[in-house]
């Protein structure tokens, strides 16, 4: 009988002991434990009604004056993926019109918990050094009135290169511009 109580205490802290292991290696990151959620799971019908499409304006400048191209989208109930979406079609529309002489990449869409601030994060500026404040203030409001006819509420929009604020002799970056 004592044989096998000791067998019990035994496998019990053996058990104990694995335990506080697993739990220490989590605590600390060892290993992800993930579960997955029932958004992940949508069924085709799901997905359907969250996603539609939509006709908009993508608005650039060619040198000459401001221009309008009308592009379909699909539309989503995500603002931030929205956005994402627009701002990389009116990118690639800006190296094809030769407003920027190199592709440039949105990195990172983020709007405040407020949300009146709009943050764009682009891996380098779309502004060229050398061209007039006028050429630079147009092409700014070109983004901010493809935003504007996009998104119902009226937020701050700040450019930022690499999350850090975009930085021009000309123009002031560390202010938001209104959309």
């Keep these: 009988m004592k044989l096998f109580q000791k067998k019990e205490v035994m496998v019990g802290s053996i058990t104990i002991f694995i335990g506080i ?10 290993f992800v434990l993930y579960i997955p959620s029932r958004n992940n799971y949508l ?77 764009l994060s682009f891996n380098k500026t779309f502004l060229n050094p050398e061209s007039s404040i006028k050429t630079k203030l147009t092409i700014i409001e070109t983004i901010l009135s493809t935003l504007r006819e996009t998104q119902n509420n009226e937020m701050n929009v700040h450019f930022l290169v690499n999350h850090k604020p975009m930085i021009d002799d000309h123009l002031d970056f560390e202010q938001s511009w209104p959309m």
């Design 21 to 30: 292991f697993f739990l220490y290696a989590y605590l600390n990151e060892f």
């Design 43 to 119: 069924s085709s019908t799901e997905k359907a009604i969250k996603i539609t499409k939509k006709s908009i304006n993508l608005y650039f400048y060619d040198g000459h004056g401001i221009r309008q191209e009308k592009n379909d989208v699909l539309w989503s109930t995500d603002m931030l993926e929205n956005i994402n979406y627009i701002m990389q079609q009116l990118l690639l529309l800006f190296y094809e019109e030769k407003v920027t002489p190199e592709k440039i990449s949105l990195q990172t869409v983020l709007i405040s918990p407020s949300g009146q601030d709009l943050y």
